[in-house]
């Protein structure tokens, strides 16, 4: 991995015709294609413009918390707090305007900065506190939820406009898609056209290095989690506006689909390297084969088997490739 | 050292002061008996507002009795609450309330104490090959016949139903989907056209319904193992909830009666979590006295739709 900040995604390219060297750099996103075309195939009910919509809509909320994640993972980190604090993030949001009479749009703010304020704790007890990050977001996992649980006394809180504006739609086009993309253009334009995302994908690939290049490495490593944490919030809100509702026990184990998401997009658990693309794609493979599998009606017992094995296959086939690419 | 351990006799004496004199001035006024009557009640989990109005019932009627209730929440993790278990034995609970988090794992915790002679109740969940003094649960194979009735009666005894499981191996959705299934079979002009899990989850019962509506346009009828999936399921149907997609619930949650209430769901069976709890606490009360109690206690569930459901609603 080089140093330098201005560094390529870190992708290997394959040599040849330009079309092996597409399959090679976006193994993921071919994935894709074959899967929706076996779908297609399958069943006429899967391509068609409303469920296309759905499948994005369903997507949106693991999508934005994996947005959230590849910062992370990009710099060699691990997020585990994610799905627990997009709980925590639109409960407290829900509860300021249901119960202390807050206007919409001000709980939605105080939530996204909430999500703020949690990733940077978590950011800080990592970089100067010296926790591993598996350990440091375990710990905020628990104390979000608990956190979640206490403000909501367990029961759900109905949202306000503003927040179930989030989950509507604009003249029967989904506003979570809006959402989602917005988030994923941010993503892509914070990794790769700045100084801070450039300086992730430094810290994630030999952190001894950067911080002998002269980068703050501390500072960048509060920067990812406080990123990962305002993500975080924002997909909570969007799943409640979808719902009307924030559940005291929403997206309880979305931390392992947003990681997964992210590592199906081409991104290495190991840090330095990740795009925001590959991580639309990890996302998107995972709505959609839910969603062939509820359509296909396929037994509830087997859908965990089928999910688990493409996952493994997703990323097997990449390790493989990186493998023959750069012997 | 020392002086933390004399700090901490003194505060215990204080508190075993402070405890029969409380016990003596309830036994003077309400002539109740004079143990100790620190009863403890181990849930499977908070996170689930049927279990926090199962803890609400037993609290009053706990007040009722003049018991003290120790309310434990295990999380939903079966090894946690052995732990809870055997720490409130240890500390000498005069009687125990359980709700398991796995019939199967509280064997093992219930067991010593059951040879220790503690009065044990067990509540919504059986605990697995040990005779508890009393086991309260609601009806669930009624309750699924029940709403595969209500359904039948919403969409006129014929037309495409869809049916959403809960978690799928836990027994609330074995004892639930095995009635429905019995019963809807008997309406031969109702095809169940798709089942699918979505973990009794709010969100998963969205996204599940909005697929299955994919292939199916056409179906006139969802039945969903509680109400958090059958409000998940009318997010997913919008206007076509309740007028020409009918939803049947179950739990009779808050907001499954508001739904119903609204007329966006058709009915929910209503299990009733207080009366579960308040159950539970009586039996304990008895069995404190040394009266006996059933051994089973089947709490009937209620069919919530719009002619009744003024009597659930406040």
Same mark, same amino acid.
């Given at each position: 991995?080089?140093?330098?900040?201005?560094?390529?995604?870190?992708?290997?390219?394959?040599?040849?015709?330009?079309?092996?060297?597409?399959?090679?750099? !976006?193994?993921?996103?071919?994935?894709?294609?074959?899967?929706?075309?076996?779908?297609?195939?399958?069943?006429?009910?899967?391509?068609?413009?409303?469920?296309?919509?759905?499948?994005?809509?369903?997507?949106?909320?693991?999508?934005?918390?994996?947005?959230?994640?590849?910062?992370?993972?990009?710099?060699?980190?691990?997020?585990?707090?994610?799905?627990?604090?997009?709980?925590?993030?639109?409960?407290?949001?829900?509860?300021?305007?249901? !119960?202390?009479?807050?206007?919409?749009?001000?709980?939605?703010?105080?939530?996204?900065?909430?999500?703020?304020?949690?990733?940077?704790?978590?950011?800080?007890?990592?970089?100067?506190?010296?926790?591993?990050?598996?350990?440091?977001?375990?710990?905020?996992?628990?104390?979000?939820?608990?956190?979640?649980?206490?403000?909501?006394?367990?029961?759900?809180?109905?949202?306000?406009?503003?927040?179930?504006?989030?989950?509507?739609?604009?003249?029967?086009?989904?506003?979570?898609?809006?959402?989602?993309?917005?988030?994923?253009?941010?993503?892509?334009?914070?990794?790769?056209?700045?100084?801070?995302?450039?300086?992730?994908?430094?810290?994630?690939? !030999?952190?001894?290095?950067?911080?002998?290049?002269?980068?703050?490495?501390?500072?960048?490593?509060?920067?990812?989690?406080?990123?990962?944490?305002?993500?975080?919030?924002?997909?909570?809100?969007?799943?409640?506006?979808?719902? !009307?509702?924030?559940?005291?026990?929403?997206?309880?184990?979305?931390?392992?689909?947003?990681?997964?998401?992210?590592?199906?997009?081409?991104?290495?658990?190991?840090?330095?390297?990740?795009?925001?693309?590959?991580?639309?794609?990890?996302?998107?493979?995972?709505?959609?084969?839910?969603?062939?599998?509820?359509?296909?009606?396929?037994?509830?017992?087997?859908?965990?088997?089928?999910?688990?094995?493409?996952?493994?296959?997703?990323?097997?086939?990449?390790?493989?490739?990186?493998?023959?690419?750069?012997? | 050292? @020392?002086?933390?351990?004399?700090?901490?006799?003194?505060?215990?004496?204080?508190?075993?002061?402070?405890?029969? &004199?409380?016990?003596?001035?309830?036994?003077?006024?309400?002539?109740?008996?004079?143990?100790?009557?620190?009863?403890?009640? %181990?849930?499977?989990?908070?996170? @689930?507002?049927?279990?926090?109005?199962?803890?609400?019932?037993?609290?009053?009627? %706990?007040?009722?009795?003049?018991?003290?209730?120790?309310?434990?929440?295990?999380?939903?993790?079966?090894?946690?609450?052995?732990?809870?278990?055997?720490?409130? &034995?240890?500390?000498?609970?005069?009687? +125990?309330?359980? @709700?398991?988090?796995?019939?199967?794992?509280?064997?093992?915790?219930?067991?010593?104490?059951?040879?220790? @002679?503690?009065?044990?109740?067990?509540?919504?969940?059986?605990?697995?090959?040990?005779?508890?003094?009393?086991?309260?649960?609601?009806?669930?194979?009624?309750?699924?016949?029940?709403?595969?009735?209500?359904?039948?009666?919403?969409?006129?005894?014929?037309?495409?139903?869809?049916?959403?499981?809960?978690?799928?191996?836990?027994?609330?959705?074995?004892?639930?989907?095995?009635?429905?299934?019995?019963?809807?079979?008997?309406?031969?002009?109702?095809?169940?056209?798709?089942?699918?899990?979505?973990?009794?989850?709010?969100?998963?019962?969205?996204?599940?319904?909005?697929?299955?509506?994919?292939?199916?346009?056409?179906?006139?009828?969802?039945?969903?193992?509680?109400?958090?999936?059958?409000?998940?399921?009318?997010?997913?149907?919008?206007?076509?909830?309740?007028?020409?997609?009918?939803?049947?619930?179950?739990?009779?949650?808050?907001?499954?009666?508001? %739904? #119903?209430?609204?007329?966006?769901?058709?009915?929910?069976?209503?299990?009733?979590?207080?009366? +579960?709890?308040?159950?539970?606490?009586?039996?304990?009360?008895?069995?404190?006295?040394?009266?006996? #109690?059933?051994?089973?206690?089947?709490?009937?569930?209620?069919?919530?739709?719009?002619?009744?459901?003024?009597?659930?609603?406040?």
């Amino acid at each position: 991995m080089s140093l330098t900040p201005t560094a390529p995604t870190a992708r290997p390219a394959a040599r040849g015709n330009p079309v092996a060297r597409f399959v090679a750099n !976006n193994g993921a996103l071919v994935g894709l294609v074959i899967l929706c075309v076996a779908l297609w195939i399958a069943t006429p009910h899967f391509m068609t413009t409303d469920n296309v919509l759905n499948v994005v809509v369903q997507a949106s909320t693991i999508g934005l918390l994996a947005f959230g994640q590849t910062f992370v993972i990009v710099a060699a980190g691990i997020d585990l707090s994610v799905g627990s604090v997009a709980a925590f993030a639109a409960m407290v949001a829900c509860w300021l305007s249901a !119960n202390v009479g807050w206007p919409g749009p001000v709980a939605l703010v105080a939530g996204l900065v909430l999500g703020l304020v949690v990733g940077v704790v978590s950011g800080v007890s990592i970089a100067y506190g010296k926790l591993p990050a598996f350990i440091g977001t375990l710990a905020m996992l628990s104390v979000a939820r608990g956190l979640t649980l206490v403000v909501s006394d367990g029961r759900p809180i109905g949202t306000p406009d503003a927040i179930s504006f989030l989950g509507s739609d604009i003249g029967g086009f989904p506003v979570p898609i809006i959402v989602f993309a917005i988030g994923g253009v941010v993503c892509s334009f914070v990794l790769t056209r700045t100084v801070a995302g450039r300086s992730m994908y430094a810290v994630g690939g !030999n952190l001894e290095a950067a911080r002998l290049a002269g980068l703050p490495v501390k500072r960048i490593l509060v920067t990812v989690f406080a990123l990962s944490g305002v993500y975080a919030a924002l997909a909570g809100m969007l799943l409640a506006g979808r719902l !009307n509702s924030a559940q005291p026990q929403a997206a309880s184990g979305y931390e392992l689909d947003a990681i997964a998401a992210v590592v199906i997009g081409g991104a290495s658990l190991s840090g330095g390297s990740g795009r925001a693309s590959g991580t639309l794609v990890g996302a998107l493979i995972l709505a959609v084969i839910r969603n062939g599998l509820n359509i296909l009606n396929v037994s509830s017992f087997w859908q965990q088997v089928v999910i688990g094995l493409v996952i493994a296959v997703a990323v097997g086939i990449d390790v493989l490739r990186r493998k023959n690419t750069h012997p | 050292m @020392n002086k933390n351990i004399r700090t901490a006799l003194a505060a215990s004496a204080a508190l075993a002061l402070t405890l029969s &004199v409380t016990a003596c001035g309830r036994d003077s006024t309400s002539g109740t008996s004079s143990d100790n009557q620190q009863v403890t009640i %181990a849930l499977s989990t908070l996170n @689930n507002p049927f279990f926090v109005d199962l803890r609400d019932g037993a609290l009053a009627e %706990a007040e009722v009795q003049g018991i003290t209730l120790n309310v434990l929440d295990a999380q939903d993790d079966a090894a946690t609450q052995a732990n809870q278990i055997q720490t409130a &034995v240890t500390a000498k609970t005069a009687a +125990l309330i359980i @709700n398991p988090v796995d019939s199967d794992a509280a064997t093992a915790a219930v067991k010593p104490a059951l040879d220790g @002679n503690l009065p044990i109740v067990a509540v919504d969940r059986g605990v697995t090959g040990v005779d508890v003094d009393s086991f309260i649960a609601s009806d669930n194979v009624a309750g699924g016949a029940q709403a595969a009735d209500a359904l039948a009666k919403a969409i006129g005894e014929k037309g495409k139903v869809i049916w959403l499981q809960g978690t799928a191996g836990t027994s609330a959705s074995r004892d639930r989907g095995s009635g429905f299934e019995t019963q809807i079979a008997t309406y031969s002009g109702i095809t169940v056209v798709a089942k699918q899990t979505a973990d009794f989850d709010r969100t998963e019962g969205l996204d599940v319904t909005t697929n299955l509506m994919q292939a199916n346009p056409d179906v006139v009828g969802i039945f969903a193992e509680n109400d958090e999936m059958a409000l998940g399921a009318v997010q997913a149907l919008g206007s076509k909830a309740g007028t020409t997609v009918f939803v049947v619930g179950f739990d009779g949650s808050d907001d499954g009666l508001k %739904a #119903v209430q609204s007329g966006t769901m058709v009915a929910t069976v209503a299990q009733q979590p207080k009366e +579960l709890g308040k159950a539970a606490v009586d039996a304990i009360a008895k069995l404190l006295k040394g009266e006996t #109690v059933d051994a089973t206690q089947s709490m009937p569930v209620v069919t919530v739709t719009s002619d009744n459901i003024s009597d659930y609603i406040s």
